[in-house]
């Protein structure tokens, strides 16, 4: 049974049995509710046309040939094959393939960036659009202060204190003695547990910089978590959580610091995470949590991006409610 601090804190912000009304801000209209767009057969068929157009540019997606690629790339993003994700979002399949274009010309290759060449970038930038053709008529968090006063999300360390959380994340180091106190940790980590900080791609390395999230995103790692150590046989190594949600103002430090941070994203919505893959290889663990995830995402429940050491999960509007009551009732409500 939750504690009364924390049945306070989420309780307060989320009601069960009671509809959720618009919030209407200053600057602000009403949202419009949640569409799950594609289907289940057209997001195959997306997928399908992305890993198609990849083979594709293979051979001339490098830099010394960006005006043959990027017309290849306006040509089949706005055909019919990518029509039933980008067709429909904000602006249609021109808005996303000029969006596109705009990446590829600002790329540059560094040790940051999931992203490790052009056709790695298409890839995520394509594949992203999922999340936003499903959350992408939310405002999103614009400041790092609006997203740590949003009551739409709950905080994982309130939840974590009353053993809520079937998962690990690593807290945010506040000060300098936390920072040194990790330093330590790490130098004397033993055998089988994740790197801690010195990362290929640091913001994943070193864990999320927020801890708050959407509840539905609470109760979607709670079930992965559950059914990877079902489905293990032996010892099962934690689902470790990386990234959850983020202001627009960090996605953008993000974006110039060289990190494939796209815009607009399923994380600054609320509705994505990033899991840390890279270490369940000692565990001989990756190609479970990737079958758990491959499935969850024929379900429809969940959009997933393999970007290697993490990938990249979004909750759908297919999802979205029953998360949200699994949540409630884990809660107690």
Same mark, same amino acid.
Do not use: K
């Given at each position: ?5 924390? !049945? ?34 057209? &997001?195959?068929?997306?997928?399908? !046309? ?30 019919? /094959? ?7 979002? @904000?602006?249609?399949?021109? %808005? ?9 010309? %600002? ?19 394509? &594949? ?10 939310? =405002?999103g968090f614009?400041? %790092? ?62 864990? =999320? ?10 109760? &979607? ?7 990877? !150590? ?6 099962? @190594? ?41 270490w369940l ?24 991006? /393999? ?13 979205a409610s ?8 884990? &809660?107690?409500?």
């Amino acid at each position: 049974m939750p504690s009364q601090e924390v !049945a306070g804190e989420v309780g307060s912000r989320i009601r069960p049995s009671e509809p959720q009304p618009s919030r209407v801000t200053a600057g602000r209209t009403p949202r419009p509710g949640p569409a799950s767009g594609a289907s289940l057969s057209e &997001l195959v068929g997306y997928r399908a !046309a992305v890993a198609d157009l990849l083979a594709e540019v293979a051979g001339h997606a490098g830099r010394d040939d960006l005006p043959r690629l990027e017309r290849t790339l306006t040509d089949r993003v706005t055909g019919p /094959d990518f029509a039933a994700v980008l067709g429909v979002l @904000p602006g249609g399949a021109a %808005d996303a393939a000029n969006r596109l274009v705009r990446e590829i010309r %600002d790329y540059r290759p560094n040790n940051r960036s999931v992203a490790r060449d052009l056709a790695g970038l298409i890839r995520i930038y394509l &594949l992203s659009r999922i999340d936003v053709m499903w959350w992408g008529h939310l =405002p999103g968090f614009p400041t %790092d202060a609006d997203l740590h006063s949003s009551a739409e999300l709950v905080d994982l360390e309130a939840l974590r204190r009353t053993d809520l959380l079937r998962f690990r994340y690593r807290r945010p180091a506040g000060h300098l003695l936390s920072r040194a106190a990790r330093a330590v940790r790490h130098r004397l980590r033993p055998p089988g547990t994740p790197p801690a900080g010195r990362s290929a791609v640091p913001a994943a390395g070193t864990g =999320p910089r927020t801890t708050r999230t959407r509840p539905e995103v609470v109760a &979607l790692l709670n079930q992965l978590a559950v059914d990877l !150590a079902r489905r293990r046989p032996g010892p099962t @190594p934690p689902l470790r959580v990386t990234s959850l949600a983020r202001s627009l103002e960090h996605q953008h430090r993000l974006r110039a610091l060289g990190y494939a941070a796209m815009l607009p994203s399923g994380h600054c919505l609320g509705y994505a995470m990033d899991l840390e893959m890279s270490w369940l290889r000692r565990f001989d663990a990756p190609g479970t949590v990737a079958a758990v995830l491959r499935e969850r995402q024929g379900w429809g429940d969940v959009n997933v991006i /393999d970007e290697g050491q993490t990938w990249h999960l979004c909750v759908s509007p297919r999802a979205a409610s029953r998360l949200r009551r699994d949540f409630l009732t884990a &809660l107690g409500g």
